[in-house]
């Protein structure tokens, strides 16, 4: 009987085999990374020259996004470069509304359309419908 027992109330050897399996298994496990390796960006620094060359072809007409791919830069870069060397960026080709249009907006989505459909009937994204809507005044949905 006191076998018996002895098997149930030895809690040490029990620890013991525990924390070696523990163990055993911590040193063959492989180490898994939580989140995935981002190699840094290769940073590039253009000189003076290249600067004054890239904002005489802004200014010439060249896009943001045509610099980018010539000077290997990102295109936030070039309008940061462009910013500082005092050079005014021209706005996006974002479709915006006149004041005609605005009243369109308005009542289409007030006769219950919704921003998406007026967007696509003036040819204009959903944002751009929204901020016309603010304009006018007329509240959301």
């Known amino acids: 009987m006191v076998g018996v027992l002895r098997n149930y109330c030895n809690h040490n050897l029990a620890t013991r085999q525990l924390n ?8 063959t496990a492989t180490v898994m990374r939580s989140t995935p390796s981002v190699l840094p960006r290769k940073v590039v ?3 003076l020259s290249q600067v004054t060359e890239l904002g005489s072809l802004y200014q010439s007409g060249s896009s943001t996004y045509n610099l ?3 000077f290997g830069i990102r295109r936030d870069q070039v309008s940061i470069i462009l910013k500082r060397s005092g050079i005014a960026v021209r706005p996006g080709l974002q479709a915006k509304l006149n004041e005609k249009d605005k009243d369109q907006a308005a009542r289409l ?4 359309l919704s921003l998406r459909k007026v967007g696509l009937q003036l040819g204009v994204t959903d944002n751009t419908v929204v901020k016309a809507l603010n304009a006018q005044g007329v509240p959301r949905r």
């Open 20 to 27: 070696d399996l523990v163990e055993k298994a911590r040193s």
């Open 68 to 70: 980018a791919k010539v």
């Open 109 to 112: 989505y007030l006769s219950g």
């Open 45 to 47: 620094k253009l000189t």
